[in-house]
């Protein structure tokens, strides 16, 4: 069964930089479309980013431009860098399998200051 870490989330001012990680146990990982997803505060989760097994990307419009994702086979491993944090950035990171979700993990708490 497929676990899902993610780590790298922290408290940041406006027009920070973060990178988030997350590991994944399993070796379904590699042909796998991931996602990396945001929960804001009483809002439904959305994809924002995804990434292909080969390396195709693709962005929610809202983050394009600022946000880049990729991933590491041999490490089970997708990264989401986010640079010009906005507030309305902040919220709770998952990955996840795209299109059909795995177990979902704990998720990394985002939070852009003002």
């Known amino acids: 069964q497929v676990q899902l870490v993610e780590s790298g989330g922290d408290l940041v001012q406006a027009g920070g930089s973060l990178r988030l990680s997350c590991a994944a146990s399993?070796?379904?990982?590699?042909?796998?479309?991931m996602g990396w997803f945001r929960q804001a505060p009483g809002k439904q989760r959305e994809l924002v980013a995804h990434i292909s097994p080969s390396g195709g990307t693709s962005y929610v419009g809202s983050v394009k431009g600022r946000f880049t994702i990729s991933r590491d086979n041999a490490r089970n491993t997708v990264f989401l860098q986010m640079n010009s944090l906005k507030p309305e950035d902040t919220g709770v990171y998952y990955c996840?399998?795209?299109?059909?979700?795995?177990?979902w993990g704990q998720g990394t708490q985002v939070t852009v200051s003002s």
């Open positions: 996840n399998s795209v299109p059909v979700p795995l177990n």
């Open positions: 399993g070796r379904l990982f590699s042909i796998n479309i």
